[in-house]
Nanobody, 122 residues
Framework: VQLQASGGGLVQAGGSLRLSCIAS????????IGWFRQAPGKEREAVSC????????YYADSVKGRFTISRDNAKKTVYLQMNNLKPEDTAVYYC????????????????WGQGTLVTVSS
């Protein structure tokens, strides 16, 4: 299983970035797919998840209304569109395959990708 994330970078507060994660080595359509992040000195937290049914979606309260997750099963890719970025969004962002797409999304994660760094300057 491989999860290859990209799209991170340096952006000013209020700006936008789109993260991408290309999956391989498993049947993408059948798996939930999500984004997590870890800020310096903090624990990793769930950001968003899209269920394998293509409909059920989870967002952390801190990103609701600003971030949008989407998946393209044909391309085996998940995206995270991040708008109105804030300095507190600065973190390494990871894509992963969680067992659930709800408030308990962090409880069990089967696979992790490498991270991509997002830095938001004030």
């Amino acid at each position: 299983v491989q999860l290859q994330a990209s799209g991170g970078g340096l952006v000013q507060a209020g700006g936008s970035l789109r993260l991408s994660c290309i999956a391989s080595g498993f049947t993408f359509n059948y798996r939930n797919i999500g984004w997590f992040r870890q800020a310096p000195g903090k624990e990793r937290e769930a950001v968003s998840c899209r269920h394998s049914n293509g409909v059920t979606t989870y967002y952390a309260d801190s990103v609701k209304g600003r971030f949008t997750i989407s998946r393209d099963n044909a391309k085996k890719t998940v995206y995270l569109q991040m708008n109105n970025l804030k300095p507190e969004d600065t973190a390494v962002y990871y894509c992963a395959t969680p067992r659930t797409c709800n408030v308990h999304v962090s409880a069990r994660v089967d696979n992790w990708g490498q991270g991509t760094l997002v830095t938001v300057s004030s």
